[in-house]
Structures are given as structure tokens and as C-alpha cells.
């Protein structure tokens, strides 16, 4: 088994390249040629499906095959922010049938996937609690909402380019591909929903878990502390769209500095701070 895992293992960054490049090439053929390859079109969603697919047997049977879900280190972790954040965008694609930005999140899953299979390494004997499916959920749900903010960012920088190019009278490339103004908003406030339900779920599970793993542990752990405030500035912002009170820049702004805060949070959390999070 383990060398079907390192074969998938080798091959899933070529797979999202290949996807990548399938939507980059329908990214870029309406411009080139007047009119969009809808057979591409149609085509590519199979190929993202179909990575998708190979990536959760790899995320499976790694979890069978070591008695543990892929949590145990940062290169598992990165492993399944790429499923992940390409998973959230193949449901994003699917309920808005809006097909034109995939390149933009693809890439990340590239970037996450690249690094996890250069470096991750096949633990068999780690520490008990990493062994807990619960904590497996806590954290793929977390994962899943933290994919749901990085594609809300990207969205809202989507859309201060876009509305600096319509500013500049630029109407090019960019002009021509990407979805409105309004639509790019949309699909930012979509995914940071999306984001912000799967966070709940995370902390919810993780309310659940934490006193039995952890009986001494402390509500002011930093990890805890700065997811918090993450949520609570998603909560902010969801609800003030919903109430009409934010709109437009101001909206994808907020996607984006929360963005920027829960990287800082993963950051400071796993690398500087001490926190009972800080499992390896």
C-alpha cells in the first residue's frame, strides 16, 4: 500500500497542474479566438472532478494505511488545504455555474500540493491524540472554512482589479473574462459564508473535543483567542451584508483583511506562540 500512496503522491501535483492549465487555456481561448471552447469548457470541470477523486482515495488511504487522518504534521496539513480549497471552489462552481476563475484558485491547490508531496513524510507512530477522528474533523473542518476565506480573498482581489482596470478605462483580458463587478462580490460573500459555517462547525467540534483531551487546558490559548477573532470579524461583515449595510469594495475588503488575519492566526499559533495546538 504504501507505494500506491507514494505514486499518488507523486502524481497529484501533475494532476493539478494539468487541471490548472486546462482552465487557464479556456481562461485565455474567448480572447484568443472569439469565442469560448465550450467543449473545454464542459471538459474541465471533469478534470478538476477527476483530480478531486484521486486526491480523496490519497487522503483515505493514507488515513487507513497509518492509523491516523493526515493531520500529524504541516505537510499532511498542506496536502488537505489543496483538496481543500479546490474542493470549495468545485462546489462554488456548481451551485453559481460561473466557470472563468478557476486558474486563480487552482493555483494554490498547485502551490500546497507541490510543497506537501516534495516534503511529507509517512508517520506511523505519533502521539495518541493525533490518532482521534474527532480531531480529524475539528480540523478538516477548519482547513475547509480557512479554503473558504482564501477563496473569498482571491475573489475580492479579483474585483479591486477589476474595478481599478474599469477605472482606468483598461478593457482588456481581465475586462473581458472575469465575471462582473457585482458577480465577483457575490461569489466573495458566497465563499466567505460558505468559510465562515465550516469555522463553526470547527470551533463547535472543538468546544466538544477540547475538555476531554485537554483537562488542563486554558481559553486564553492564543490559538483560541485568534480564531475567535476571525469569526467574530466574518460574523460582522456576513451580517452586515445581510442587513444591506456593507456593500461593494466594502465587502471584499473585509474578505480580504480577514483573510490576511487568519493566515497570521495559523502562523503565530503553530510557529511562534505555545499552544496545546502545537501537536508536533
Same mark, same amino acid.
Given at each position: 500500500?504504501?507505494?500506491?500512496?507514494?505514486?499518488?503522491?507523486?502524481?497529484?501535483? @501533475?494532476?493539478?497542474?494539468?487541471?490548472?492549465?486546462?482552465?487557464?487555456?479556456?481562461f485565455?481561448?474567448?480572447?484568443?479566438?472569439?469565442?469560448?471552447?465550450?467543449?473545454l469548457?464542459?471538459y474541465?470541470?471533469?478534470?478538476? @472532478?477527476?483530480?478531486?477523486?484521486?486526491?480523496?482515495?490519497?487522503?483515505?488511504?493514507?488515513?487507513?494505511?497509518?492509523?491516523?487522518?493526515?493531520?500529524?504534521?504541516?505537510?499532511?496539513?498542506?496536502?488537505?488545504?489543496?483538496?481543500?480549497?479546490?474542493?470549495?471552489?468545485?462546489?462554488?462552481?456548481?451551485?453559481?455555474?460561473?466557470?472563468?476563475?478557476g486558474?486563480?484558485?487552482?493555483?494554490?491547490?498547485?502551490?500546497?500540493?507541490?510543497?506537501?508531496?516534495?516534503?511529507?513524510?509517512?508517520?506511523?507512530?505519533v502521539?495518541?491524540?493525533?490518532?482521534?477522528?474527532?480531531?480529524?474533523?475539528?480540523?478538516?473542518?477548519?482547513?475547509?472554512?480557512?479554503?473558504?476565506?482564501?477563496?473569498?480573498?482571491?475573489y475580492?482581489?479579483?474585483?479591486?482589479?477589476?474595478?481599478?482596470?474599469?477605472?482606468?478605462?483598461?478593457?482588456?483580458?481581465?475586462?473581458?473574462?472575469?465575471?462582473?463587478?457585482?458577480?465577483?462580490?457575490?461569489?466573495?460573500?458566497?465563499?466567505?459564508?460558505?468559510?465562515f459555517?465550516?469555522?463553526?462547525?470547527?470551533?463547535?467540534?472543538?468546544?466538544?473535543?477540547?475538555?476531554?483531551?485537554?483537562?488542563?487546558?486554558?481559553?486564553?490559548?492564543?490559538?483560541?483567542i485568534?480564531?475567535?477573532?476571525?469569526?467574530?470579524?466574518y460574523?460582522?461583515?456576513?451580517?452586515?451584508?445581510?442587513?444591506?449595510?456593507?456593500?461593494?469594495?466594502k465587502?471584499?475588503?473585509?474578505?480580504?483583511?480577514?483573510?490576511v488575519?487568519?493566515?497570521?492566526?495559523?502562523?503565530?499559533?503553530?510557529?511562534?506562540?505555545?499552544?496545546?495546538?502545537s501537536?508536533?
Amino acid at each position: 500500500m504504501n507505494s500506491f500512496i507514494d505514486f499518488i503522491n507523486n502524481l497529484l501535483p @501533475f494532476l493539478y497542474i494539468i487541471t490548472f492549465t486546462v482552465y487557464s487555456y479556456d481562461f485565455m481561448s474567448e480572447r484568443s479566438f472569439g469565442k469560448a471552447n465550450r467543449g473545454l469548457a464542459n471538459y474541465k470541470r471533469l478534470f478538476l @472532478f477527476s483530480t478531486l477523486l484521486i486526491h480523496l482515495i490519497y487522503l483515505l488511504t493514507r488515513t487507513i494505511a497509518f492509523n491516523h487522518p493526515p493531520i500529524t504534521n504541516v505537510f499532511e496539513i498542506f496536502t488537505v488545504m489543496a483538496f481543500s480549497v479546490s474542493f470549495s471552489y468545485f462546489i462554488l462552481e456548481l451551485v453559481t455555474d460561473i466557470r472563468g476563475t478557476g486558474p486563480f484558485i487552482i493555483i494554490y491547490s498547485i502551490i500546497f500540493q507541490v510543497i506537501s508531496s516534495i516534503f511529507i513524510k509517512d508517520l506511523i507512530e505519533v502521539k495518541e491524540v493525533l490518532r482521534n477522528n474527532l480531531l480529524g474533523s475539528h480540523v478538516f473542518t477548519a482547513l475547509l472554512g480557512l479554503s473558504g476565506f482564501t477563496i473569498s480573498a482571491v475573489y475580492g482581489f479579483l474585483y479591486l482589479t477589476l474595478y481599478k482596470d474599469i477605472k482606468l478605462n483598461k478593457f482588456g483580458l481581465i475586462f473581458n473574462r472575469l465575471p462582473s463587478l457585482e458577480v465577483l462580490e457575490k461569489l466573495s460573500y458566497l465563499s466567505a459564508v460558505i468559510g465562515f459555517i465550516l469555522l463553526t462547525i470547527a470551533m463547535t467540534i472543538g468546544v466538544i473535543w477540547l475538555p476531554k483531551a485537554f483537562p488542563d487546558f486554558s481559553y486564553s490559548d492564543p490559538k483560541l483567542i485568534s480564531s475567535f477573532l476571525v469569526w467574530l470579524l466574518y460574523g460582522i461583515g456576513i451580517l452586515s451584508k445581510s442587513l444591506g449595510k456593507w456593500r461593494g469594495k466594502k465587502v471584499v475588503v473585509l474578505s480580504i483583511i480577514g483573510f490576511v488575519m487568519a493566515i497570521m492566526s495559523t502562523m503565530i499559533s503553530n510557529f511562534l506562540a505555545k499552544s496545546f495546538h502545537s501537536f508536533y
